[in-house]
């Protein structure tokens, strides 16, 4: 699930199905699906999120978006206001905790 390229991402969950997206800051293009899945994938994709420190997100609308797309692929064009607001929200909270690292560590 982990790409060394992609600048932002998180997962979106709804229920016990989560939809792992991201985006290339190098490449450009749209944000593409990583990972997605039920049960056994679908807990796989939890525990490497949170073991990597990737945001969760619940989001039942988005998920059944993502659900459509195949992993690997870019995200629909109805998908781009849900994810940029997604991506959007998760750049914020990354800096803000950046931030309060950089007040903490002085």
Do not use: W
């Amino acid at each position: 699930m982990a790409d060394s390229r992609i600048g932002c991402g998180g997962v979106a969950v709804a229920r016990d199905q989560p939809a792992a997206v991201g985006y290339d800051s190098e490449g450009g293009g749209a944000p593409k699906v990583l990972a997605s899945g039920f049960g056994e994938v679908a807990n796989r994709i939890m525990d490497l999120a949170r073991e990597s420190g990737v945001h969760i997100h619940r989001d039942d609308n988005l998920v059944q978006l993502l659900a459509q797309v195949p992993v690997g692929h870019e995200i629909p064009e109805a998908a781009y206001q849900l994810v940029a607001d997604l991506l959007s929200f998760l750049y914020r909270t990354d800096q803000r905790l950046a931030e309060k690292k950089r007040t903490a560590s002085r």
